[in-house]
């Protein structure tokens, strides 16, 4: 049960996207997470499971999970490039240290995960990804990306921690295996009124990982309804495939967020 609601917990804060309810023929700026557009100079986005969102200025933005930022410190910095050839570019650098929560979970009794005899050493996370998006028709946006990511250690993580919860595990994957790619496409766009959409997809790669381990892909489906430019809800599901120590297994999770924003 505790597994259940890590697992849960950890998928909200890592899987919901927003999107936006703006005149999409013209500007993606306002809930623009996943795409290559930045939010406009202070406006702030935040939600139950979203990172705190604020544009900095036109070619930069910052976020963080903030109650996630105290068992797992992390900052990330959106980075506005020029267009290419139509498509809006960014880039995102991101650093995490997750050794806080894996020694949180490595101990015995409640909210035990990790057996405490695997030390769990100093470890810093970065990430880098590439968004490119151009708008499709009139209501719709097409992103795509590519994330490389890697981890240093102060030494090595026993594999025998591992964490073999979907969307966790799958994550998780660069701490064990040093680096890691990530190729993701999605779509978003309106539907009728105040309700939009988003599918997405997402596949993952880990050379250093044993053959039978090293793959794994998300597919991601999520309708927003949009009372107003500062207040959105959003329900959806992730559909995930994982290659585990124990064996390949498919899983099907909701996910769901209610999302403010403001102009500070």
Known sequence: MIKRAI???LLFFSGVSTLSAQ????????WSAGTAHLLPENRVEIGLFQALRYGYS???EFSTHPVLFFIV???LIK???QPVGGFAVASQHGLSHPSPILRILGRQGIGGIISPEFPVPAILSFQNELLLSRPLWNNHLFTASLAF???VKSAPLDPRTTIDLPIIYIRSGVYYHDYGFKLGGDIKGKLAGRWMYLLNGDGYYYPKAPANTNMAFEQKGMLFWNKSSGFQVCIGYVLSYGEYPFGTQWHLLPLADVQWSWTR
Not at 23 to 30: P, S, T
């Open 79 to 81: 980075w506005g490039h």
């Open 73 to 75: 410190p992390n900052f």
């Open 149 to 151: 990511n890697f981890a």
């Open 23 to 30: 005149d999409l023929g013209v500007k993606w700026q306002n």
């Open 58 to 60: 036109e070619s930069l």
């Open 7 to 9: 697992c849960i917990c």
